[in-house]
């Protein structure tokens, strides 16, 4: 309840008018956020954007940060969540990785190649969807790169495969930098959210970001089974 009040009282001070500020996962800042970021301010001219990029989950009452986007299942106490977009994955590779072995036409050719980071869960859920859910990733050297910005670029210099969100590399693709040798995506449950404490849902610059959100993205606040969020973005 203090909270509330606090950001009432600082909305009408125009104290939380300068700065937005934005903690992001690194893949989701370069291949979207920072793409979109323009239209944002265009139609927000007087707040200033603060992008600060982590894999970390973080705090926000130790934190300066006005909302996140987060990987997970939109279920975090204490916080408003909106669905932004489903988060899917498959194999991805340089075309000439692939060349390297005549080309990639079952699953288990992959195999054959440098597996980035064996470790990752997403490996086994799409060998398990692909009919081979036995597939011997445990036989692959480790490699833990930190983001999946990092590992597409180790894919695209050729250095291995990568299992990718598809829907960020299509430039990739178009240029023939990358290649996605299957049509099969799997999802593991976790998508992308906005999320930001009960306390600032009414502040301007947040009300502000969300607006931005529905009205370049579709998906914005329609959950994941199609059902629409619990003030479809609009509270």
């Not at 008018?17 to 793409?35: D, P, V, Y």
């Not at 695209?156 to 023939?176: C, E, K, S, T």
Request: with cysteine; hydrophobic share 40%; aromatic share 8%.
């Amino acid at each position: 309840g203090f909270d509330i009040l606090a950001s009432a009282v600082n909305e009408m001070q125009g104290v939380t008018e300068g700065t937005l500020i934005i903690h992001a996962t690194h893949t989701f800042a370069s291949h979207w956020l920072a793409r979109h970021l323009g239209i944002f301010q265009l139609d927000n001219p007087t707040v200033a954007v603060r992008l600060e990029t982590s894999q970390e989950v973080i705090d926000f009452s130790k934190t300066e940060a006005d909302l996140a986007i987060r990987v997970g299942k939109g279920q975090w106490p204490g916080l408003r969540a909106h669905f932004l977009m489903r988060n899917h994955f498959t194999p991805m590779m340089s075309p000439k990785l692939a060349d390297t072995i005549g080309g990639v036409r079952d699953p288990l050719d992959l195999l054959k190649l440098k597996i980035i980071d064996p470790s990752d869960p997403w490996w086994r859920l799409w060998f398990t969807a692909a009919g081979h859910p036995d597939a011997p990733l445990e036989s692959a050297s480790r490699s833990r790169l930190g983001s999946q910005a990092v590992e597409a670029a180790t894919a695209i210099a050729g250095h291995g495969v990568a299992i990718l969100r598809p829907d960020f590399y299509q430039d990739d693709v178009a240029m023939g930098r990358l290649i996605q040798p299957f049509d099969l995506t799997c999802e593991d449950g976790s998508h992308y959210w906005l999320v930001y404490p009960e306390a600032r849902r009414h502040t301007a610059k947040v009300r502000a970001f969300r607006a931005f959100l529905k009205k370049t993205l579709p998906s914005f606040d329609t959950a994941p089974d199609g059902s629409t969020g619990p003030d479809n973005g609009t509270a």
